[in-house]
């Protein structure tokens, strides 16, 4: 298994985050593709800008695949971009996932909590 290591974003960093999550958000409702809005974000750091998206479309996958019961062919249609974009973020998100939860048992083992 291996590590994740999230990034701490500095407060300049939180506040590039929350304000390009709205712009893909609004950008979205508004119609465009996962690619057109990406391209709306004016980020110099490519490393954040592609921490945010790939953030972003984690999100989507869970607002729209677990809580709107839309399939990730469907997913992938409303965000414009292939099934195999879709899958393979979905992947990633759900490996996240395990490897976080399986990191908070541990913690909770060793102060006896398990």
Partial sequence: MEDIKYKEYTKEESRIYDQAMEILKKSMDQGLSFDDAVLRLDIADEELKRLICDDFMKIFIVQFHYEK?????????????????????????LQDVQITSIAEYHKGISKGQA
């Fill in 69 to 93: 019961g839309l399939g990730l062919k469907d997913v992938a249609k409303r965000l414009g971009i292939t099934h195999e974009r879709v899958t393979e973020a979905h992947k990633a998100m």
